[in-house]
């Protein structure tokens, strides 16, 4: 039964090189790895405030209303008309006619006044200043600086033939990623002034009476003869005539309701910003033994159709099977595919790095970090047998070709 990593990096020194490094106690014909504990990290909402909230405010004009109105223009007066004597007459020797009087009218005089009334009424209007913003902007870490192990090459004066030999461990720094988020802060917020209106005046003429009318006495003297008299039976006297009074109809404009504002407060606004925490922080640990097979490359029996790079169902259940108990330990792998010969070289190397990218993809969909996976495509450089361009080969030979491969890898 293979013995599986639980979270490593193969690695395989020279005994010459790390031999103050290397497991304890080994047993001849067995293979061990340094287990390294991945870095554990969280992805983490992080909400920033991208405008600030501000207000808008709207005005309703003043309304006015129009009334009409009964004014005097000229007050009530009288007219005085004379109302003769009446006589008669006698057959009698007497004064022919007594002295007596006539009364002659005077009329009245008149004089005009100005008089003044509010035709509109003052109010007032507003005026608004909108909102004023500026320009800003706020810089997140959304990846905090880490660092990785990573193997240096092999010794320029190393005399082994193994590739794994005369190397040794570097921690490379990876550097913090940031970005940076627009922002519109308020910089002073709308306002309203209030400005007057003035209302107006207007006149109008009223008569007024200055004297009223009246009578002036003429004396009549009498006469004497003999003759037939003439009696006054009635004196004359005045009649009082009313003259009635004039009025006219004005129009005045009143204020109703004045003017008036209402403010909206416009809500601000914010930006989610998904970052990358660091909870636990990995490192190497001690050698554990492990199959030896799993060093080499093992095929993945996936049945790629001709020029596809989709997974079908049985290929998804040979990767849950074959592959996913080995990276659920915590290993490192490389994942190798090919295609067969037909075809463009062109197409063929993008075919195979899409299909390496599939199987990863899937298992990062199942829980795998993609740090321990690795996805590289050969194209049609690395046939298994001699179908190569121009060579007349049965499906099952480029079927042999068209294939999938993973190995336990240094990380």
Same mark, same amino acid.
């Given at each position: 039964m293979k013995k599986l990593l639980l979270s490593a990096t193969l690695l395989i020194f020279g005994a010459s090189a790390y031999s103050q490094d290397l497991p304890s106690n080994p047993e001849p014909g067995k293979c061990y790895v340094r287990c390294k504990t991945p870095d554990v990290w969280k992805n983490q909402d992080v909400t920033i405030e991208t405008k600030a909230a501000y207000k808008t405010i709207s005005t309703s004009p003043a309304t006015y209303k129009t009334t009409t109105e009964r004014v005097l223009v000229k007050e009530a007066s009288q007219r005085l008309e004379i109302v003769p004597a009446?006589?008669?007459?006698r057959d009698v020797v007497v004064v022919v006619k007594e002295a007596s009087y006539r009364l002659e009218p005077i009329a009245g005089s008149y004089g005009s006044e100005t008089l003044t009334y509010t035709a509109k009424e003052d109010g007032s209007k507003?005026? %608004?200043?909108?909102?004023?913003?500026?320009?800003?902007?706020?810089?997140?870490?959304?990846? &905090?600086?880490?660092?990785?192990?990573?193997?240096?090459?092999?010794?320029?004066?190393?005399?082994?033939?193994? &590739?794994?030999?005369?190397?040794?461990?570097?921690?490379?720094?990876?550097?913090?990623?940031? %970005?940076?988020?627009?922002?519109?802060?308020?910089?002073?917020?709308?306002?309203?002034?209030?400005?007057? #209106? &003035?209302?107006?005046?207007?006149?109008?003429?009223?008569?007024? %009476?200055?004297t009223k009318p009246t009578t002036r006495r003429v004396e009549i003297p009498e006469v004497t003869k003999v003759i037939k008299k003439t009696v006054m039976v009635t004196p004359p006297s005045t009649r009082v005539v009313e003259i009635p009074a004039e009025y006219a109809t004005i129009t005045k404009v009143l204020l109703d309701r004045d003017a008036s504002s209402t403010d909206k407060?416009?809500?601000?606004?914010?930006?989610?910003?998904?970052?990358? #925490?660091?909870?636990?922080?990995?490192?190497?640990?001690?050698?554990?033994?492990v199959d030896?097979?799993?060093?080499?490359?093992?095929?993945?029996?996936?049945?790629?159709?001709?020029?596809?790079?989709?997974l079908t169902p049985e290929?998804?259940?040979?990767?849950?099977?074959?592959l996913l108990p080995v990276l659920k330990t915590g290993v490192a792998v490389v994942l190798e595919s090919h295609t067969d010969s037909r075809g463009s070289k062109v197409s063929n190397q993008d075919l195979s790095e899409r299909r390496a990218l599939a199987v990863s993809n899937y298992l990062i969909s199942k829980g795998i970090n993609s740090s321990q996976l690795t996805a590289n495509g050969y194209g049609e450089k690395r046939l298994?047998? =001699?179908?190569?361009?121009?060579?007349?080969?049965?499906? =099952?030979?480029?079927?042999?070709?068209?294939?999938?491969t993973f190995r336990v890898v240094n990380q």
């Open positions: 009446t006589y008669s007459t507003l005026n %608004v200043t909108p909102a004023i913003f500026k320009s800003d902007s706020e810089t997140i870490e959304i990846k &905090p600086a880490s660092a990785t192990w990573q193997m240096s090459d092999v010794a320029p004066d190393c005399e082994s033939s193994d &590739p794994n030999d005369c190397r040794y461990w570097c921690y490379k720094p990876i550097p913090a990623e940031y %970005v940076t988020i627009s922002k519109t802060l308020l910089d002073k917020d709308a306002y309203v002034s209030r400005s007057s #209106v &003035p209302g107006f005046n207007k006149t109008y003429k009223k008569t007024v %009476v200055a407060t416009i809500p601000a606004q914010y930006k989610t910003v998904s970052k990358e #925490v660091l909870v636990q922080k990995g490192g190497l640990t001690t050698w554990k033994e030896c097979k799993l060093t080499e490359s093992s095929i993945l029996p996936i049945n790629w159709n001709l020029g596809s790079a989709s290929a998804k259940r040979i990767i849950d099977t074959r298994t047998n =001699r179908c190569a361009d121009g060579v007349s080969c049965t499906e =099952r030979e480029h079927k042999a070709n068209r294939r999938t």
